[in-house]
């Protein structure tokens, strides 16, 4: 029973791979709020878009 209690307790203290879970929390975090903002997203990534390339178009003509 000492075992177990002593694998428990330095189970529990262990921090080894504690960053690994935080990176892929904070991903999984990323990947949900742009899949809930997908729309708006890519509308102000196309409203970008089309900025630049209508200011391209400006340069070319000169």
Known sequence: METLMKWVTQFKDDEEGLQTLEIML?????????????????????????????????FQQE
Do not use: K, P, Q, T
């Open 26 to 58: 904070i991903i999984a975090v990323i990947v949900v709020i742009a899949l809930l903002f997908r729309d708006s997203i890519m509308g102000w990534v196309n409203d970008l878009i089309n900025f630049g390339d209508e200011n391209i178009s400006d």
